[in-house]
C-alpha cells in the first residue's frame, strides 16, 4: 500500500505562483515513476505532469515552460512548481503513482487561478 498526501493549493492571480507537494509513505520502494494530474470542472483527469525515479521528467504541452517536477527521494516527496499561471489552470491537482499493486492517488488539493 502506497498513500499519497497533497498541500499547497490556494487561491493565485493570473500570472502568480505555487509550488505543490505531494508526501508519499507505505511501500515506497515500490514507486518508480510519480505524477501530477489534474480535472478541472467538466473535464476529463490529464496527465500534468511526470517524474521518474532517476529525474527524467515529462510533461503536458499545455504547461512546458511554465511547471516544473521535482522530487526528493529522501523524503519520499514530490513537487510541483507553477509559474505564470493561467485562469485555465484553475483545477484539482493530483499526485498518483502506479505499483505492481495498482494505482495509488491522493486526496487533490484545489488550484485556483483568477483574472
Known amino acids: 500500500q502506497v498513500q499519497l498526501v497533497e498541500s499547497g493549493g490556494g487561491l493565485v492571480q493570473a500570472g502568480g505562483s505555487l509550488r505543490l507537494s505531494c508526501a508519499a509513505s507505505?511501500?515506497?520502494?515500490?514507486?518508480?515513476?510519480m505524477n501530477w494530474y489534474r480535472q478541472a470542472p467538466g473535464k476529463q483527469r490529464e496527465l500534468v505532469a511526470a517524474?521518474?525515479?532517476?529525474?527524467?521528467?515529462n510533461y503536458a504541452d499545455s504547461v512546458k515552460g511554465r511547471f516544473t517536477i521535482s522530487r526528493d527521494n529522501a523524503k519520499n516527496t514530490v513537487y510541483l512548481e507553477m509559474n505564470s499561471l493561467k485562469p485555465d489552470d484553475t483545477a484539482v491537482y493530483y499526485c498518483?503513482?502506479?505499483?505492481?499493486?495498482?494505482?495509488?492517488w491522493g486526496q487533490g488539493t484545489q488550484v485556483t487561478v483568477c483574472s
Open positions: 498518483n503513482t502506479v505499483t505492481a499493486r495498482g494505482h495509488y
Open positions: 507505505g511501500n515506497i520502494l515500490s514507486i518508480n515513476t
Open positions: 517524474i521518474t525515479r532517476g529525474g527524467s521528467t
